[in-house]
């Protein structure tokens, strides 16, 4: 009985893996467009399963296309995290549509994100008709034919009650000829297995693009930045943090140091930010330098891990008059 165990066992762990084998590996760039503040960062921190973008609840918080890489067994997905596409009333604004244009300039997949607890409305639509001149071609009934899948994720779903959800659900099939329509809540991460499942089975065959443990495109720099100013949001008022914006001038290691003094034994981290006015730099620093502390303490952990050893942040709040609308100033700031 023993053996007969022993053998039935092997023949199922043969035949397991020539069934893994068989799957075809899928790869592919999804990019996630959506109105402002629809849960889009959210999201992706959410099927990544660690913070790589600014997820507020406060609109128009990511400025730059933010690639986030979840990898399974058989696929990997680069998922770009877009600006929220909007009527620009700055040139920062603009730049920012611009960064969606290029972003979607090359993806397998779009994923289109719709909060259950709010209307289609005309912001909706405007994503949509950018979205069929790009990937559609119009056919002599009027319907669309997609070059890509367009996927429907409805966000926020703990917010409706069942029927409110079913209502919303057959809202968002007649709105568009969604290839599949998946409804998820990130925050609590209701329906998320589902989500990879479908973007995975959305996108084309390919090989592995990245090593299995990379969770982001980004340089070091760029991820230490979005880290400030994402913490700055938590604690400023509203309008402020439009007027924010954070560079790493430099990430300095003891090693490099030919004299070896002033560092303590600890990577130097130095992070400009910058404010549009004089009367904003009081705010950001915070009384007693509050503000600059709980950043600090609040980022000590996640910036030791990114930068691969025990680090010192250096914060100075600097002043660039008018940098939302000023195209020198944004080249300056990296926009």
């Known amino acids: 009985m023993d053996d007969q165990n022993i053998s039935n066992d ?4 043969v035949a397991s893996e020539s069934v893994r084998q068989e799957v075809p590996y899928r790869s592919g760039f999804v990019a996630v467009v959506g109105r402002p503040n629809v849960g889009k960062s959210t999201l992706i921190n959410a099927l990544i399963g660690k913070q790589i973008a600014i997820a507020s609840s406060r609109p128009e918080t990511t400025r730059k296309a933010i690639r986030g890489i979840l990898t399974t067994d ?3 997905l680069v998922l770009v995290d877009t600006p929220g596409i909007h009527r620009p009333r700055t040139l920062l604004g603009q730049r920012l549509n611009d960064v969606v244009e290029e972003s979607l300039s090359d993806v397998d997949v779009v994923a289109f994100l719709l909060p259950a607890d709010q209307e289609i409305g005309p912001g909706d639509k405007r994503i949509l008709s950018r979205l069929r001149t790009d990937f559609a071609t119009k056919r002599e009934d009027g319907s669309f034919a997609w070059r890509i899948p367009l996927i429907a994720i409805v966000t926020k779903i703990d917010e ?6 079913i209502n919303k659900l057959i809202e968002i099939n007649e709105f568009a000829d969604f ?21 995975i089975d959305h996108t084309p065959e390919g090989p592995q693009m990245y090593p299995d443990d990379q ?22 008022d509203d309008e402020l943090p439009h007027s924010l914006a954070v560079v790493v001038d430099s990430i300095d290691y003891p090693e490099d140091n030919e004299t070896g003094q002033g560092y303590d034994g600890k990577a130097q981290v130095n992070v400009s930010i910058y404010v549009e006015r004089d009367s904003q730099k009081p705010i950001i620093i915070g009384k007693g330098a509050s503000n600059l502390t709980y950043v600090k303490k609040k980022l000590r952990t996640p910036v030791n891990r990114i930068v691969g050893q025990k680090a010192k942040l250096d914060l100075h709040v600097k002043v660039a008059k008018g940098w939302q609308s000023d195209p020198k100033q944004l080249e300056r700031l990296g926009f």
Do not use: M, W, Y
């Open 74 to 76: 058989n696929a990997q």
């Open 179 to 199: 290839a599949d329509i998946v409804p998820v809540s990130a925050l609590k991460h209701d329906n998320l297995a589902e989500v990879r499942n479908v973007l």
């Open 160 to 165: 409706l009650g069942r029927q409110q959800l």
């Open 10 to 13: 092997g023949d199922a762990a």
């Open 215 to 236: 969770i982001s495109e980004e340089r070091p720099e760029d991820t230490i930045a979005e880290l400030v100013r994402g913490a700055f949001l938590e604690t400023l």
